[in-house]
């Protein structure tokens, strides 16, 4: 079992930087890619970014490809999620993952085995 608390969600203005965070406790952390996802309201949760074990290979969602960027420390059990250049479509809630894949990384919401309550991220216009 692996316990995931997002933080660092909050109200920006269109353009500003937020840095989420999710600290992860349980499991072996290093034994875990990570993502992170976000669910707009009345939308479906939808892939953000992923990050694998090691932290060598990553991937991202077109919309946010260039102004986000995930990171993880496996010292200190934690992921991150730096995101820059925010916009309004931006807001939802955003959700840190763990899935127990040995290589590459996961986009999609069934992959994963392990998920946070969320953090919630609003851009105002």
């Known amino acids: 079992q692996v316990q995931l608390v997002e933080s660092g969600g909050g109200l920006v203005q269109a353009g500003g930087s937020l840095r989420l965070s999710c600290a992860a406790s349980?499991?072996?952390?290093?034994?875990?890619?990570m993502g992170w996802f976000r669910q707009a309201p009345g939308k479906e949760r939808e892939f953000v970014s992923a990050?694998?074990?090691?932290?060598?290979?990553?991937a991202y969602a077109d919309s946010v490809k260039g102004r986000f960027t995930i990171s993880r420390d496996n010292a200190k059990n934690m992921v991150y999620l730096q995101m820059n250049s925010l916009k309004p479509e931006d807001t939802a809630l955003y959700f840190c993952?763990?899935?127990?894949?040995?290589?590459?990384?996961?986009?999609?919401?069934?992959?994963?085995?392990?998920w946070g309550r969320g953090t919630q991220v609003t851009v105002s216009s």
């Open positions: 993952a763990a899935d127990r894949r040995l290589i590459g990384v996961g986009t999609t919401f069934n992959e994963y085995n392990y």
């Open positions: 349980g499991r072996t952390f290093s034994n875990y890619a």
């Open positions: 990050l694998s074990r090691s932290g060598g290979n990553t």
